[in-house]
């Protein structure tokens, strides 16, 4: 565009010169209207003074919008997959200020180049959006290995070698503790028992956590008081499983509070933490997030986040950690201060923004809140046969929690992995519903991998919002077949008819270890998680798992895109690539949508850009 085609009608008729006038040299062919006088130049009559100064002001404005429409980066060349409503594609898409300028053909794009633009050239690459974790424990999750790499463990004797290894390393008497080995990802399929745990480290207690289960060997059960005589007394739950003869089998469930861990190690420093994270931000960079959700943050991690805001690399959605098991003024106490909390107001690299309690055990460890029994298993070792697995909040509490932090406009949510966990969150919401309407809320139920037909209705009727861990249909699939059979998992993870329904579900991991996409636990690769829902592959079996429940490329893309970000109300700002919302996006090596089915979870991240800023380029 030239500069005289925007001028004032008048103006241009007059020929004044744009230059002289901003930059404020002698020039132009109005000169005769200008007087010199102590080294300033000025304009001889009021007529001309009133036009000069609206020109300045129209030309000051036009050279304004000129320079801010001017982009930083133009992307040009690829295949953007904007993931908007009509899931447009489209060639080049252009970047200021860190916000997305314009998306559209190469031609429309380059109009708002410039000569200080940067242009990527995609070579026919696709971009996605940048992807959005919606269930993650980062802090918790950097710090796993920050003092030892933990090795990988398939097997129980992978297990007792490292507690040998480590026992052998320790004073007597010293504790050694593994955490998050699930069972059920161990070849085995058991616990390491009490006896085996003894042989591992007789000179030390050891407790091997899985999820909120433990097995401990005999020196932990006696350093913590807990023999045949014991019994759960203060009220929160917990489940000791005994041997014929009443003798703890070392088995506690739900109750690692009670296992008296003394720890003599270095403890992490704040710089430590933030180290850690960067590591693990860079990490999550290169498999293509850009955002996460963190799902039950303590105090001292949203101190750490709150000092390191402007070195992350992620964008972050905070869920507040609430103790269900508090007295409910407690509870409505520290809601109110998370209400309080500075960083309650909308900032897109930090947002405290929900809360969140748990509302039954796990699948992995046989403790998942079921509507019918379990049944007798030696793999989650279970021997009552009408246990129903571990509920966590009264009914009547819940509701209570849920209503009081939608009242404090906080989005609530429970760990509810049973289908018996999920329907009650259901009857919970309800019962808020009918007194306050939940919808705005958003309220949302977190992994919620077992469900029913009528769960599914009354979630739609009502808004629910829920974030699920494809990565666990792969990983222990064949376990929970052995389990409960196939037609107990009609509704184990139906993103088909969750998506059929209507109903908003997001794609997350439950990262809680180890950095590493594939490596960690649970793994974070979102590829995987994507191909997972495409084929319902489990590991260990060739038999998918309820392929009616398959979905497609594009519903995939929008479980780690655009729907994670409406779970977490920032729709308006990401999840997908058009004007105004943040310029967060990803270059992969190969096309989502196109390339054959089993390439999905290979997919490799080229680039990734966090507000227009390259955060992670492929070596
Ligand atoms: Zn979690």
Not at 129 to 146: K, N, R
Not at 226 to 244: L, S
Not at 495 to 515: C, E, N, P, T, W
């Amino acid at each position: 565009m030239k500069l005289q085609d925007t001028l004032p009608k008048a103006m241009a008729r007059r020929r004044i010169w744009a230059a002289p006038v901003l930059w404020g040299e002698k020039c132009g062919r109005s000169a005769d209207a200008w007087v010199y006088t102590s080294g300033v130049w000025n304009v001889k009559t009021g007529v001309l003074a009133s036009m000069l100064v609206r020109l300045s002001v129209a030309l000051g404005m036009i050279g304004g919008a000129l320079l801010a429409q001017q982009a930083d980066l133009v992307v040009h060349r690829g295949k953007i997959v904007t993931v908007d409503k009509g899931f447009r594609i489209v060639e080049a898409m252009a970047v200021r200020g860190g916000r997305i300028l314009a998306v559209g053909s190469r031609a429309e794009v380059e109009r708002l180049a410039g000569p200080r633009t940067e242009r990527v050239d995609l070579a026919g690459k696709t971009v996605l959006p940048g992807l959005i974790d919606s269930h993650v424990h980062a802090g918790a999750a950097a710090m796993y290995e920050w003092e030892r790499p933990v090795p990988d463990m398939e097997t129980v004797a992978d297990v007792l070698k490292y507690i040998r290894g480590r026992a052998a390393a320790a004073k007597p008497g010293e504790w050694i503790t593994l955490s998050q080995v699930f069972i059920t990802r161990l070849k085995d399929q058991r616990f390491p028992t009490r006896a085996e745990l003894d042989a591992a480290a007789p000179r030390n207690p050891v407790s091997f956590a899985t999820g909120p289960d433990a097995s401990v060997n005999s020196m932990a059960l006696k350093l913590s008081g807990i023999d045949r005589n014991f019994r759960i007394t203060d009220g929160q739950p917990g489940r000791i499983e005994r041997d014929v003869k009443g003798e703890p089998t070392g088995i506690l469930r739900s109750c690692s509070r009670l296992i008296k861990i003394t720890t003599s190690g270095r403890r992490p420093t704040p710089e430590d933490k933030r180290r850690q994270i960067k590591a693990l931000f860079a990490d999550y960079n290169s498999a293509g997030i850009t955002s996460i959700s963190e799902r039950d943050l303590n105090d001292d991690w949203v101190t750490v986040y709150r000092g390191m805001k402007d070195e992350l690399t992620c964008r972050v959605y905070i869920t507040y950690s609430l103790d269900a098991q508090a007295p409910m003024d407690k509870i409505t106490a520290r809601i109110q201060a998370a209400a309080r909390d500075p960083l309650r107001r909308y900032d897109s690299m930090l947002w405290l923004r929900g809360v969140k309690v748990y509302a039954d055990g796990g699948m992995l460890t046989g403790s998942a809140y079921m509507l019918q029994p379990w049944g007798v298993s030696q793999v989650y070792s279970i021997t009552d046969p009408s246990y129903r697995g571990m509920r966590f909040i009264e009914p009547d509490k819940l509701y209570q929690i849920l209503k009081t932090a939608i009242q404090h406009d906080l989005q609530p949510t429970a760990h509810s992995v049973g289908d018996g966990a999920v329907t009650e969150m259901v009857d919970a919401y309800e019962r808020v519903n009918r007194e306050l309407p939940v919808r705005a809320a958003r309220p949302s139920i977190s992994h919620s991998n077992f469900m029913t037909a009528d769960a599914i209705r009354r979630i739609k009727e009502m808004g629910v919002v829920l974030d699920l861990q494809p990565v666990w249909l792969w990983l222990d699939g064949a376990t929970l077949r052995k389990q409960f059979g196939d037609a107990r998992l009609t509704y184990f993870q139906p993103y088909r008819s969750l998506f059929d329904a209507g109903v908003m579900a997001g794609g997350g991991s439950d990262h809680m270890q180890k950095i590493g996409s594939l490596r960690s636990i649970n793994p974070y690769n979102p590829w995987l998680g994507m191909w997972t829902t495409l084929t319902r592959q489990s590991r260990w079996t060739d038999q998918p798992m309820h392929p009616e429940q398959r979905i497609t490329r594009q519903e995939a893309v929008k479980l780690y895109t655009i729907n994670n970000a409406y779970l977490t109300f920032t729709e308006q700002e990401k999840g997908s690539l058009e004007k105004g919302k943040l310029a967060d996006f990803i270059v992969l090596d190969r096309d989502v949508l196109t390339c054959p089915v089993e390439q999905v979870k290979d997919i490799q991240v080229e680039q990734t850009y966090l507000g227009g800023k390259r955060v992670y380029q492929r070596r």
